[in-house]
Nanobody, 120 residues
């Protein structure tokens, strides 16, 4: 099946920018919807943005105007460009993919998560 490997997290100051990447690898037929989530300490996991294989996007109100999701289908990679970061953005960020396997079964695959820490 497919594996998702995330990268790009780190510690930054408020107002800085960061770009997260999530690369899919393995054997599969197709990845349709991909999304980014985050989970802050003591809080529920929050959906931030989604993108279809055609490039259609949706954003949560909390990140509209600051975050941009994109994908490179040739590289099987989804990105999250984060600008004007705030301390409230501190969380573990996860990517997710709706994957059609070679056995023609759709599955949800999660990345391992990458930590983003924003200091004031």
């Amino acid at each position: 099946q497919v594996q998702l490997v995330e990268s790009g997290g780190g510690s930054v100051q408020a107002g800085d920018s960061l770009r997260l990447s999530c690369a899919a690898s393995g054997i599969f037929l197709h990845i349709n919807l991909m999304g980014w989530y985050r989970q802050a300490p003591g809080k529920q996991r929050e959906l931030l943005a989604t993108i279809t294989s055609r490039g259609s996007t949706n954003y949560a109100d909390s990140v509209k105007g600051r975050f941009t999701i994109s994908r490179d289908n040739a590289k099987n990679t989804v990105y999250l460009q984060m600008n004007s970061l705030k301390p409230e953005d501190t969380a573990v960020y996860y990517c997710n993919a709706d994957t059609l396997t070679i056995s023609v079964v759709s599955i949800q695959v999660w990345g391992q998560g990458t930590l983003v820490t924003v200091s004031s």
